[in-house]
């Protein structure tokens, strides 16, 4: 081969292993060790903020959170960083990205009906957990409203648990200022509070 063109295979070569590793949440690395994954915490940033580990106290969970990431990205994420790991429960979480990009409601409720029709093919037990509001943004409330409320009547007539986060952290404006640290993301009292109610729910289903 032709030297000078070494340097662009290599590059091609280690982008496309970037690439990969960005979109399955560098899997491979997380598969040299052989713990067994009971719980995974599937969402975004708010999700990716977590020490959830240390929050609910056990190794036997993995935080599958992506900063930034809709929920038509954790359709395409699910089966490398979910089901792929055979995990007992999943804990969803997602979509006030979609409503920050301006993706029309009806896709992201699709993508929660995709998501949690791909958990209970494979025997993983979903949990869907409210999207947060944001804090004093009355616009992106009556969009979290709407979802929420279908999400929650969804869940009902398909036998789904259902986690309302924002009746713990949220007051009737949105998002209360003491849990968060930039109007969308939450602190670690909030986090706190998030994990009281996750570990009450495991104790029903495990």
């Known amino acids: 081969m032709n030297r000078k063109y070494i340097p662009k295979v290599l590059l091609l070569f280690f982008g496309s292993v970037l690439l990969t590793g960005i979109l399955t949440g560098f899997k491979w690395i997380s598969d040299q060790h ?6 995974v915490m599937f969402g975004d940033s708010i999700t990716k903020g977590g020490d959830w580990a240390t929050l609910l106290g056990r190794s036997d969970v993995k935080n599958s959170g992506f900063p930034g990431f809709t929920t038509s990205h954790l359709v395409w994420l699910l089966k490398e960083n979910v089901i792929d790991l055979k995990p007992r429960v999943c804990f969803l979480e997602g979509g006030i990205n979609d409503i920050g990009v301006g993706i029309p409601l009806e896709r992201t409720k699709s993508n929660y009906r995709s998501l949690i029709d791909g958990l209970k093919e494979h025997q993983i037990v979903p949990v869907v957990q409210s999207i947060l509001y944001q804090q004093d943004n009355p616009e992106s409330k009556i969009q979290v409203d709407r979802l929420n409320s279908y999400l929650r009547d969804y869940c009902q007539s398909k036998g789904v648990y259902y986690l309302d986060l924002n009746t713990k952290l949220s007051s009737p404006t949105g998002l209360k200022a003491k ?5 969308t993301h939450i602190n670690q009292e909030a986090y706190g509070i998030w994990a ?9 289903i495990l």
């Open 179 to 183: 849990y968060t640290t930039d109007g």
């Open 196 to 204: 009281t109610e996750v570990r009450n729910l495991l104790e029903s």
């Open 34 to 39: 052989d713990e067994k994954i009971t719980i």
